[in-house]
């Protein structure tokens, strides 16, 4: 038996009840699915399931994403990250850090992710939280002359392309070639949820850059006022992690931003992670969204 519970903070839900580990039938991902659409964050608690078994319920909810950061892929598992403090590549600073500053998963993709999980198997005492930022909420709290003048605007997104700013943690810089493989793209400003088809401002921290038809300092100017009218307090859910929880956010919905954490040093200073990032829509929904 699933229940949800509301989170602590100004959104997201809470599921007891799931287990990974034996499979998550459809009738129970539906239940799950329609809780992380209203609530923008569903974490799932208590799992103690292994790679296979994650990576399972993973597919459910899209196709995985191979991460641009190809020595980021998990070995023998690319389609998961390891995120935290532990790997030996997160000994660098900006490196174990490169998700600390506001930003949608995979906004620099022609095709975006539409979901993003994080598998809690070590977490420190002090800090480690993720910050999750509802954009719908802060969508919707926009004047209404606002909201009319940005929908249907198509702005441009690159990885990496406000690395730095606004006292953020910069953001590693892409090889050569990983970089052939994200060229700028076109996203709209306003974009459609992909199974609920709510409106909201999408991914306006690191990756927007410019909008096109418009002068270039116009769209900074735009894009840094609508950035700091969504990175307030009200509309931010700080999640503190517990061993077997799995953080759920949709990206068609929300930005997020890692707290900064430093390398580990002793017990209880350890944070190891399990990221999947899904493009698509679940196969329950397929059907619908392709109509
Ligand atoms: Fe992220």
Request: a negative charge; aromatic letters at 8%.
């Amino acid at each position: 038996m699933i229940s949800i519970e509301p989170l602590d903070g100004p959104f997201g839900c809470a599921a007891h009840g799931v287990d990974l580990a034996a499979g998550v039938t459809v009738d129970h991902f539906r239940t799950l699915s329609q809780a992380l659409y209203r609530h923008r964050v569903l974490v799932v608690k208590g799992q103690t399931c292994d790679k296979d078994a994650y990576l399972r319920f993973g597919r459910q909810w899209g196709v995985p994403i191979q991460h641009v950061v190809d020595t980021a892929r998990m070995p023998g598992y690319p389609d998961l990250l390891e995120v935290g403090n532990v790997a030996k590549r997160r000994q660098d600073q900006l490196t174990r850090n490169s998700a600390a500053f506001w930003h949608t998963d995979q906004s620099y993709d022609a095709d975006v992710a539409t979901a993003t999980m994080l598998y809690a198997r070590k977490v420190p005492d002090q800090g480690g939280e993720t910050r999750i930022l509802d954009m719908k909420a802060a969508f919707d709290d926009l004047d209404a002359d606002v909201r009319h003048r940005i929908d249907g605007l198509t702005a441009m997104h690159f990885y990496g392309a406000t690395s730095g700013r606004d006292g953020e943690l910069p953001t590693p810089k892409l090889t050569d070639a990983q970089a052939a493989n994200v060229p700028p793209v076109p996203h709209p400003l306003v974009r459609p949820h992909a199974v609920t088809g709510e409106r909201v401002l999408y991914a306006i921290g690191g990756t927007a850059f410019d909008i096109e038809g418009m002068p270039a300092e116009e769209a900074d100017a735009l894009i840094r006022k609508l950035k700091a009218h969504c990175v307030q307090d009200r509309y931010i859910y700080d999640h503190k992690y517990e061993v077997g929880d799995i953080a759920i956010w949709d990206t068609q919905m929300t930005m997020h931003s890692a707290t900064p954490i430093g390398a580990p040093n002793g017990p209880g200073t350890e944070r190891l992670l399990w990221r999947i990032s899904v493009r698509g829509v679940p196969g329950i929904y397929a059907q619908a969204a392709a109509a």
